[in-house]
C-alpha cells in the first residue's frame, strides 16, 4: 500500500464537473484568504520588524502554528526545503494554513492529518477534495516525509 492509497480514500471521485469546479474555486478562494490573514497575523502581531528587516530575502512563517504549535519546526522545515519551486511551496503553504498537522507515522515518517472544525477545514469531504492538489508531488512528498523524520 502506497502514500497516497492511505491518505487519499479510493472512494473519492476525481472527475470534477463545471459546477463542482465553480464551488472549489469559490472554495479555495474562501481557505486561501483565512490562510494569508493568518500568516500576516502571525508576523504583524508577533514580529512587526522583521518584514522589514528581511528586505527582499524570503520569511518563513507557519500559517497554522497558533493552532499546532507542536509542529511548526517540521512545517519550516518542509517550507525552506521546497521554496524554489513555489507552486509546490503554496499548496504546502495552503494546506497547511486551512488546518493540517502533521502525524508522526512508523512507514512513512509523517503523514498529513487534517484539522477538521472552526479552526481548520470545513469538512473531510473538503480536505480530501483539496489535497488533491499534491497528487503531482507525489514522490516529493513522501520523501519529504521521511526526510523531516530522519532530522
Same mark, same amino acid.
Given at each position: 500500500m502506497s =502514500?497516497?492509497?492511505q491518505v487519499i480514500p479510493p472512494s473519492i471521485n476525481t472527475e470534477i464537473t463545471l459546477q463542482q469546479t465553480d464551488s472549489s474555486i469559490s472554495s479555495f478562494?474562501?481557505?486561501l484568504q483565512r490562510v494569508e490573514k493568518r500568516a500576516m497575523d502571525v508576523v504583524c502581531e508577533r514580529q512587526p520588524v522583521v518584514a522589514e528587516l528581511a528586505g527582499d530575502n524570503p520569511i518563513m512563517i507557519d500559517p497554522y502554528s497558533d493552532y499546532s504549535p507542536k509542529d511548526t519546526n517540521l512545517w519550516l522545515d518542509?517550507? %525552506?526545503k521546497v521554496y524554489e519551486d513555489r507552486e509546490f =511551496?503554496?499548496?504546502l503553504f495552503y494546506l497547511r494554513g486551512a488546518g493540517t498537522v502533521l502525524v508522526e507515522n512508523q512507514r512513512?515518517? =509523517?503523514i498529513f492529518r487534517p484539522v477538521v472544525g472552526p479552526d481548520?477545514?470545513? %469538512?473531510?469531504?473538503? =480536505?480530501n477534495?483539496?489535497?488533491q492538489c499534491l497528487n503531482v508531488y507525489r514522490d516529493e512528498v513522501i520523501k519529504l516525509l521521511r526526510e523531516i523524520k530522519q532530522n
Open positions: =502514500y497516497f492509497d478562494q474562501q481557505i518542509i517550507f %525552506s =511551496y503554496a499548496r512513512w515518517g =509523517y481548520g477545514w470545513g %469538512s473531510q469531504e473538503e =480536505y477534495r483539496e489535497k
